[in-house]
């Protein structure tokens, strides 16, 4: 392959990644309006497209637990949940796509994370304290002393 059919192939690809501008016509005058979306960045939500893995995202705080801090992000029809505590440190992040969840590799603890259809038994003799309602989860942090077990349950099946 040349140079010139190399350049031109960088090109090729660089023009398709670009953002596409959405122009609206309003009413019979000729005012537009110019919107630039972006690959997963749903603007409609309050799920942000940008920011995952940050201490203090751009996104909004998604907690109904004072002490945590729950920001939500979508890209490629996957949505991420990541929680941070009061200091803004990430403790962990969830991925989940049609009702499968998975934890990523992130942040500073290692707690044990359960996740559906999953239920650990060592729970049950533990504080629970919701952190994030969902329609179709809720995000729970169980903690004994200093065990901590972060996990993803579907409504009513809390204990």
Not at 43 to 49: D, V
Request: glycine share 10%.
């Amino acid at each position: 392959m040349g140079q010139f059919q190399r350049s031109a192939a960088i090109a090729a690809v660089l023009f398709t990644a670009m953002p596409i501008p959405k122009v609206a016509a309003e009413g019979s005058g000729t005012k537009q309006a110019i919107a630039a979306c972006c690959l997963g960045d749903d603007n409609t939500s309050q799920l942000k497209g940008i920011g995952l893995g940050q201490e203090n995202p751009s996104a909004a705080n998604l907690s109904v637990d004072p002490r945590w801090r729950v920001y939500g992000f979508a890209r490629d029809g996957i949505s991420y949940y990541q929680v941070n505590d009061a200091a803004g440190r990430v403790q962990l992040i969830i991925g989940t796509l049609d009702g499968v969840f998975w934890a990523l590799p992130a942040g500073e603890t290692s707690s044990q994370v359960v996740l559906p259809p999953q239920r650990a038994a060592v729970i049950d003799a533990m504080d629970r304290s919701e952190v994030y309602q969902h329609p179709t989860f809720t995000l729970v942090r169980y903690r004994n002393g200093g065990a901590t077990v972060w996990s993803v349950e579907h409504p009513g099946t809390g204990r």
